[in-house]
Structures are given as structure tokens and as C-alpha cells.
């Protein structure tokens, strides 16, 4: 036993302190952090403020007065502002306090000041191809830009008799003009049309939009104990992240195993080990210290996940017992295929020769991504049962359920523990086997039928 | 007492090839064995069943009184024939990762890995990269590995093979003070002058068989009474004056003067007296016993000029044997 905690101690040194090990560590949440800090800043400076001249040809001439009060700078700094509200009222609560709080000039700040243009009121009847040529006019250097030629048809707020439909309008512009341009005109159009249309028809503007105007219900989320807001958005991530978090920290140690076992057998420094250790010992000191490592890792990451969470306020929103339950499926899981990479590991003589062998194992661990969103959209499925029982991809499977909205059964998370303890033990047994024959066989790397009929002679 | 290492015929086959058939041997304690044969003949498959590495098809070990090396491992120490170190591994702390594993503290291993370094002209080493060590220095690293929890059985496979003649000498002074400290020690060599030099007996493998199992001393007798080189001084000697010397059977010429062969029964010493009589002497002596030739007599049965034993000469003179 004192053997094999020597070997885990080595095992566990010699990954952690090495300069790649630290920089894989922080490359991950340095990447978060660039996107979540940086990213803003670096779009609102690109957002220098658009200015220039819209010329407007209205067959109707009824639309270009509302047009222009819908142009002005504090219109669309208006426009703006709402539509950024609408779009928090799907946000968690907490994300939607903060919102709240900040002023105008930050949602200004994020998006960019709001563009300038001067319209130009063309006649009725002016003509379309010698407008559209005024677009590609060359510009001095000092002078507005030609920004866009906006066409409304004549029919733009009457009804036809024959159609219920009514006109629309046509926006030509230059090559490269800034897509902020097209869609602060549509805006701005729809606002100008609707109430053009609605005067012309002598309706009250208030009340047709009293009329239409439905409330998003808030959803509520009702537990045994307790009403929480749903949020469907973090919800539908929560299987994934738990999943990614299983399979990546089973990856780190899982990788490391075998590119050791295999660099120790191409080193042959495996023969001087097995004069101090028995192969058992020394696979167990192996898995072990991966596991160790893995589990440092996993941890920093948990620690900066609900760090991120504490921060925005949300840490309700995760159930602690995940934490637990993914820490125990992790060590689950990982013995499973930790002995697996062990196996390969020592059945081949270099990383080339793993590939064949890897294959399965590798497809077992891509499994996850393939089955994360039926089972997290119907986690009580036959399918997701079934998955979360079938070795070795339950641990998985199990976790993305008890992720999701509708948490399994407790007996059906109990018995795929058992089940994944089970496979852990039967998976060990055979790459101790493995690991007694693989070690000192030089050569032809085996196939599977080889490998099982290693298990059988050790 | 029981012996130190018993094998009973030990028989190993990979596939048709039988690499050990039926090897019987027995190392007493504190003894100093050479094992010696041509590449290929066994030597080291044998090493690696009674280290427990590879297991006998038939036959059985016993190893410091134990059934299998396993119970005895921190009373071994094992250089193996194939060398590795973890290339990332700090030379001090692979040692110490070592000592540890064969039991030893890790304060205790501390304090003699800088001795044993320095003992082992590699001063200073201790903070290198084991990849920034030359091959012969890692070498040397790894004997350290093999000794440095004081075992009571040292198992040497190859020992000298990659050193230069300074290193070979620097070892073979190390392999010596470990059987002095009370150590049973087994090495394996293809370049029978090493065995020749150290070791106080001999075991000669050849083709997975046991040829030879005899102490250096009766080796000496057995082997040895009969040959004389003698260099007259006087080039121009004549040398039928040797033949007439009473005990020669045989003068033959060779590069600087005679090889005299004694008939049967001669007294050595009476012989080189009276030869030294006939035809003054620049210098006379008694052949050193050369394993070598040793083993190709019992392997070649009596034809010591077939091309057989000519192939096998070349193979135990090969490589490493320029430099020893």
C-alpha cells in the first residue's frame, strides 16, 4: 500500500508541476475571462457613430414626418433601450436587478452612440434610377455620407381593395454600408408606417396597441417545498455543463495515464519499476495519482463556475447535491476509464499504435454529446433510463438526469451507481491482468482478441 | 544456509524459440557469480524469471529463501538490461523515488544519494534532467538505483555493456564493494574477460543450457597448468632447443615468440625453469586463463579452429569489447 501511494505522489508531481499542465489550467478560464471582460469593450469601440444622409422618396406623403421623428438620435437611443428591457424579462432575475440598475448610458456604451442621420425629402415623383445614382456618388472627404435611398409605394398606408394587405417600401444602399443603417430604417419604418396606417384609418395608435399587446407570463416552477421562476434557458445548459464537466475531468487524467504507461514502456524504465512494484501496485499508484490530479482540476473548475454564479447572483439556481453527485459519478466513471486508457496504454508501444485501440474508448466518452439533448429534454424515457444503466456510459447518462428539470427516481440513481461500481471493479480487474502481460510485451501491438486472451493467461 | 538463489530446472519457450531449457543453478550467500554466454544464449531471460518479471513454464525458483523475487523486493536490487529513466525526472529525485520504493526513507535515501554520486564520478548531478545525462552517465545512475537500499542480492544484467574503459573499472570496484559488504551478487556478461577478472565463479550459458558451473580457481587448474608463452631474448633463438626441454609436448610460433604447450602431468613451475635455461628468456609465463577459450572448447567439443567457434568467438569479442 505504502508502494502504491509512492507512485500516485510521483504520478501526481510529476503532471502537476510541470509548466503545461499550468498553462492548460489557465488557458480555459483565461479564454472566459477574455469573452466575458474584453469582448464588450472591444464591440462598443468598433461602434464609432454612424453619420450621413437617407434620401426618402414618399409617393404617399404621409410617412416621411413620422420617418424623421423615428430617425432622430433620442428616438432610436429609445427604441434601443426597450428593446434591450424586452429582451431581459427571459433572463433570470438576478441578471435582470442588475439591468436594471444600470443606466441608459451603459446600454448606450455596449451598444455604440446612436447613429446620426439627415434625412432628405425627396419629390413624389422624383425619379428612382437617378436617386439610386446619388447613392454611388463620389463624397468629399468632409461631406455626409449617402447612406441609404428609402422608397415607400403608394399604396404604403391604403389598402388595396381587392388584397387585405398593404404596401411597403423598398431601401436601397450602397456596397459596405453598416448593417446598424438597414436595421435602425426597418425600425424606424415599422413605427412610422403603423402609425400612418392606424391615422389614416382614424384608430386611436394607444388603443390598437392596448389591443395587441399580450404579456409574456413568468413561468413558475413548482417543487415539493417550494415556487421558483423557471429558467428555461439556464436549464437547458445545467445537463450539458455537467456532462462536459464529467467527461472532460475523466479526459485530463484518463490522456495522462496513457501517454505515461506508454512512455514508460517505450523508456523501459517499466522494468526497473517492476524489480521495486508488482504491475498491480503500479497500476493502482498510476490511476490513483491521475485521479488526484483530475479531481484538482475538476475542483478549480467547480470553485470557478460557482464563483461565476455567486457573482451574477445565481448560485440558487445549481442544487449543491449536483456538486455531490457529479464529484461521485466523476470517481466512477474515471476508474472505468482510467482502466481502459491503462489497458491500451500498456498493450501498445507507442502513441501511434493506441489509435486503433482508443477508438471505442473514445467513442464511449463522445457518447454524452450525442444523447445530452434527448435526455435532458425527456429524462424519463425509456432511452434515458436505459442509458443511465448501461455501463460504461450510465455515469453520464445519469448525470445529464440528474441535471435536467425532472431529476430520475432515487433507486434508478443508486442502481447505476451500483452498476458503475460494478463495471469500475470489473474493468480494473481485467486491466490489472492486462497490465501483469502488456508491460514487457514488446512488438506487434495486440488486437482485442489478443488483449482477452492475455486476461485469460495472466 | 540456504542458498542466497536456487534454480530448478527452469524452462522458458517464447513461441518455438526455447530461450531456457532446463537450467539447474545454485548461488550460495555472499558469493560473487558471473554469468557468461554469447548474446542470445538465455542469460537474460533467466535473470528476468528470477526476478519474477517473466515466469518459468516449468521448473522452480527460490530467491532469498523465498518461492518468487516478488516477496523479497526490497532485499534485491536489479539492474536491468534495458535501461530506462523517467526522461523529465530530476537525477536526485528518480533515485530517491527509487530508494523509496524499495523501503527505504526518504531522509535515509537523501543523505546517500549525493554520496553515492559523487562515488560514482557523477558529482553535482543530483538537480540535472535525467534526459541531460549522457547514456554511460545514466548507466552509472541506474547501478546507483540498483544498490542504493543495500540489498542482500545484487542482480546485474549487463552491466559493463556502453562504458568506457574508466566507468568499467569505476563499476567493477563498486560490484566488488557490494560483495564485500556481505551482498550475494549475480552478473550476466557476454565479454567473459570482466567475469574473468571479478568474479570468484563461473556459470556458462549457451543456447538456453547450462555448459559450465565451476569456481575461477578450478577453473584455473583445470584449464590453465598446461600452456606457456615464452619471448626469447635473443630473437634468433633457436626454438628447438624449447622442444627438447623434457614435459614440452608442442612449441608453436607465434607474433613475438612461442606458445609451449606441456604434456600431461608436467609440474608447471619445473617447466618454466628449465625452459628458461635452455634459451635465455625476455619473458616466460604461465597463459592466463581466458574464459573465452574456455567456453569455446566445451561448446565446439574439441574443433577449437572450426568456423563455428570462430563465429562464436567474434560474438563474445564484439561491441563493448573494444573498450574492456
Redesign the interface.
Known sequence: MK?VW??AQ?EFV?AVM?KGFVIGLLVMPAIIAVLVMVMPRLMSTQGSQIRGEIAVIDATGQVFDGLRAGLTQEAITRRRTEGARRALENAPAPVRTVADESSDAAIERAMGVAPSFTLLQRAATADVQSEKRWLTDTVPQDAPRHLALVVIHPDAITQDAARTEYGGYDIYIPDNTDERVETTIYDAMREALVSARVRAHNMDRAQVEAVMRVRRATSVTVTAGAERRTNVGFNRFLPFIFAGLLVFGIMIGGQTLLTQVI??KS????????????PLELMAGKILGQMAVSMLVLALYIAMGLLLLTSFAMLGLVDPMLIVYLIVFFLVGYLVFASAFAVVGAAVNEMREAQSLMTPVMLALMAPWFFATPIGRDPDSAFSVAMSLLPPVNTFAMMIRLASTTPPPFWQVGLSLVIGVASAVAAMWFAAKIFKVGL?MHGKPPNIGTLIRWARQA | MEPALVLRDVRKSFGANRAVDGINLAVPRGALYGVIGPNGAGKTTCIRMIMSILFPDSGELSVLGRRSALEAKDRIGYLPEERGVYRKMKVGAFLIYMAQLKGVSRDEAAGRVPRMLDSMNLPGTEGKLCEDLSKGMLQRVQFIAAVIHQPDLVILDEPFSGQDPVSVRLLREHIVAEHRRGATVLLSTHVMANAEEMCQHVVMIHQGRKVLDEPIAGLRRQFDRRTIHFEPLDSGADPSRLRSVSGVERVEATGEGYTVTLAEGTDAAGAVARLAAAVPPARVELARLRLEDVFIRIVSEGAPGSDAARALRAGLQESEGAFA
Request: net charge neutral; glycine share 0%; no cysteine.
Open positions: 508502494r509512492l507512485v510521483r510529476a510541470n512512455e514508460e523508456s523501459r524504465v517499466i522494468e526497473v519499476l517492476l524489480s521495486a512494484v508488482s514487457l
